[in-house]
């Protein structure tokens, strides 16, 4: 349905997704993607809230699937006296993992997170000290942690482009039976290698009796929130297209242009190129034309 005179803005993910490039390479229509518009620190401004609640949200999945009632092993998050509380490992140190973080120690869990940016675990060893264990991010020990959590969440992310698969099926073999994965990097392909895309009305399925919480669009859940946390984020871009027009608005504001990724029948975004292995032209050379 969409034409060459209309604009599309809005979160594409299309790195694992190549039915829908198809799509949108042939509709012929600008396609600017929310989650490659960056800042002026080089961050993702129009990913970021949806990340925040994302984060959230992941926690109280995992902890109300480690519930008897949903499957899982029957552990409270935080545990009582007497009782450890269960172990929650979090793979990715980005704004979905430190927002899963700041869940998992505010409900008492016993909580670990890796990275490979050694400046961001300084930073979260230093906000929480000995209440997280941190760790660089090396295969040896993301398997040692997984296999002995209660629930994993996956928070990676590589911008526009498809997540890296951290956690292999042997290794998902490995964990205990009623544990929980929560993949928050589904949209982008799942960072489990187990992984695939669910539904808020078929949450869950069960691999080697781990249970999978694979939401594609977890924020939709909490509607309400969402749409007034990316509204926020988005409206100053959105008045920038209005006021400017698509090409002069992508001419003079390059964090916006960043954002680009289908533009009258071309592809314009590399990680998406390379993960279907697509010819592409870049944002620049098109503005520049």
Do not use: W
Request: proline share 4%; aromatic share 4%; charged share 15%.
């Amino acid at each position: 349905m969409l034409r060459e005179d209309q604009i599309l803005f809005t979160y594409l993910h299309l790195a694992p997704d190549p039915v829908q490039t198809k799509a949108l390479i042939d509709s012929g229509a600008t396609c600017i993607a929310y989650e490659t518009v960056t800042s002026m620190n080089g961050a993702l401004p129009l990913l970021a809230p949806m990340s925040e609640v994302a984060g959230r949200m992941s926690i109280q999945a995992a902890a109300a699937h480690l519930e008897k009632t949903h499957g899982g092993l029957g552990v409270l998050m935080a545990g009582v006296p007497g009782v450890a509380p269960a172990k929650v490992v979090i793979l990715g140190g980005g704004v979905v993992g430190r927002n899963a973080l700041q869940m998992a120690v505010g409900m008492g869990a016993d909580v670990c997170i890796f990275d490979r940016d050694i400046e961001r675990l300084r930073q979260i060893d230093a906000l929480y000290g000995n209440r997280v264990r941190t760790f660089y991010s090396d295969p040896l020990s993301v398997e040692r942690e997984v296999c002995a959590a209660d629930a994993v969440i996956g928070a990676v992310l590589l911008a526009g482009a498809a997540a890296p698969k951290l956690v292999s099926h042997e290794m998902v073999r490995k964990m205990k039976a009623g544990s929980v994965v929560v993949d928050v990097a589904i949209d982008q392909g799942g960072c489990f290698e187990t992984s695939k895309p669910t539904t808020h009305a078929d949450p869950t399925f069960l691999v080697d009796g781990v249970i999978h919480y694979c939401v594609a669009n977890m924020p939709g859940a909490v509607a309400r929130t969402s749409t007034f946390a990316l509204t926020n984020a988005t409206y100053p871009f959105v008045e920038v297209l209005a006021n400017r027009g698509v090409m002069k608005a992508l001419s003079n504001n390059h964090h916006l242009r960043n954002g680009l990724s289908v533009h009258r029948g071309m592809l314009t975004s590399e990680p998406v190129a390379q993960a279907q292995r697509l010819d592409y032209v870049s944002a620049e050379e098109l503005i520049a034309a």
